[in-house]
């Protein structure tokens, strides 16, 4: 049986998976009965009020099993509890993701949703100084608005009298519009083709905007295949981010950069496009993009038996490497060094 998160190959009737704790069957506890002490642990601690020590128990379980949803679930509670809104409503929604059946997970999301909703109101009202409105008697209401109506009418009146007709020279000259300030081919971000120099079609937003530091967060907490995670760059505008990972010793480039881009769907499928910057000792040994259509093809080979290293070519577009260095004659021994 092969895990829909992880790609695992886990026994058949299993009800979890034994690398990242994904369930398999709905209304499964999954990976909590293996993690039952820790999970009753972090609730405690978390009760007492020591939310660190709460915090950093339910990150262990994650190291151990990263879909764990229950452990999501909790430290949704805790970024809550401590006004963290925003990363509170990210641990939920990883947890609704894992099961979505769950109706607790579901009812925490809505409420988060509307609480941020309500202080985003708030902060809104605050900055624009907009007074808070109150009931005024019906009477009160009329007789203000005729005196504004008069005060208008009188004061056309007036200017139609004292003010001379306008001559044709009065009348202001078209001005055309400025031009649309076209976009950096220099930067990837503003959805311009590296390749070809042309503006590729801008998507809309996703659905799901966060802060870089909470995604890159969850995309650590989440991922099963031992990647180490240097950066993550969202634009809202284009619908795409960009992330950087180190190379690997062991694997070409291209395998990390797709085992990256397959991650990063996983934990964010809103988005339509991701571009991946594979960082070695001497600089990037790799720049290349994934799409989420072909993140879905990727994974849908690699479920009927194909390797991810032959799925690379598929899954990576717009890819880009280093020349490699020119051979240069040595000094000694005539030797050619590469």
Not at 47 to 53: N, T, Y
Not at 201 to 209: A, F, G, I, L, R
Not at 227 to 238: K, T
Not at 269 to 274: D, G, I, L, W, Y
Request: charged share 25%.
């Amino acid at each position: 049986m092969i895990c829909p998160q992880c790609f695992e190959d886990n026994d058949d009737g299993a009800e979890f998976c034994r690398e990242c704790g994904a369930p398999f069957k709905s209304g499964s506890d999954a990976s909590d009965m293996a993690v039952y002490k820790e999970l009753a642990k972090a609730n405690l601690l978390k009760m007492r009020g020591d939310m660190k020590s709460a915090n950093d128990t339910l990150l262990s379980i994650l190291k151990r099993f990263p879909n764990n949803p229950t452990a999501h679930s909790l430290l949704g509670d805790i970024s809550a509890d401590q006004g963290d809104l925003q990363q509170a409503k990210t641990w939920y929604e990883m947890a609704v993701e894992l099961v979505p059946d769950n109706k607790g997970d579901k009812e925490k999301l809505a409420r988060i949703t509307s609480r941020i909703a309500e202080d985003e109101k708030a902060s809104a009202t605050q900055i624009i100084g907009i007074p808070e409105r109150k009931t005024l008697p019906g009477a009160f209401i009329a007789l203000s608005a005729l005196i504004v109506v008069a005060i208008a009418v009188g004061s056309f009146w007036i200017g139609n009298i004292s003010s001379p007709k306008k001559e044709a020279t009065d009348i202001v000259p078209y001005v055309p519009p400025k031009p649309v300030e076209q976009p950096n081919p220099a930067d990837p971000a503003q959805g311009v083709n590296p390749e070809t120099q042309e503006p590729t079609q801008t998507p809309q937003s996703p659905e799901k905007v966060q802060t870089d530091e909470a995604m890159l967060t969850a995309i650590r907490a989440k991922s099963v295949d031992k990647l180490e995670w240097r950066g993550l760059v969202e634009d809202p505008r284009a619908g795409r981010a960009i992330v950087t990972v180190s190379a690997s010793a062991t694997e070409p480039p291209s395998l990390t950069a797709t085992k990256a881009g397959l991650a990063f769907f996983e934990t964010f499928p809103a988005f339509k496009t991701v571009t991946v910057r594979v960082l070695g000792s001497k600089g990037y040994d790799m720049i290349a993009d994934m799409t989420a259509e072909s993140a879905t093809t990727v994974k849908a080979a690699i479920s009927g038996g194909d390797t991810v290293e032959s799925q690379s070519q598929v899954a990576l577009s717009n890819t880009w490497m280093p020349p490699a260095p020119e051979a240069s004659t040595g000094t000694a021994g005539g030797n050619v060094s590469r």
